[in-house]
């Protein structure tokens, strides 16, 4: 599968974004996704995960009561909305995929990932 993420941009503390990810190649409801963040300097961070077929969710405390992670298998695409954002959310975020679902919070697990997009709050 291939992914690509977008809906990234410049916003102020207490905004809301949501973004996007695209995936083409093999049948999106085989996967599992996962969006994780990356800030300069630190290791990628898992943000949120959900189900197949969209039944169940996980997410970090950190951004948990704060950002919803949804798909829609018809038009193969993820979504990560994101509210109340704080100056600490400002990170590349990735999409990713995997079949299994068994460690969702790790990053090696996962088999693909999109080129990720700029996230930038500011205070």
């Known amino acids: ?14 905004d809301s974004l949501r973004l996007s990810c695209a995936a083409s190649g093999r049948t999106f409801s085989m996967y599992y996704m996962g969006w994780f963040r990356q800030a300069p300097g630190l290791e990628r961070e898992f943000v949120a995960a959900i189900t197949w077929r969209g039944t169940r969710t996980h997410y970090s ?40 679902g068994s460690a969702y ?16 709050v500011s205070s």
């Open 1 to 14: 599968v291939q992914l690509q993420a977008s809906g990234g941009g410049l916003v102020q503390a207490g």
């Open 61 to 100: 405390d950190s951004v948990k009561g704060r950002f919803t992670t949804s798909r829609d298998n018809a038009k193969n695409t993820l979504y990560l909305q994101m509210n109340s954002l704080k100056p600490e959310d400002t990170a590349v975020y990735y999409c990713a995929a995997e079949i299994d």
């Open 105 to 120: 919070s790790t990053p090696r697990e996962y088999d693909a990932w999109g080129q990720g997009t700029q996230v930038t």
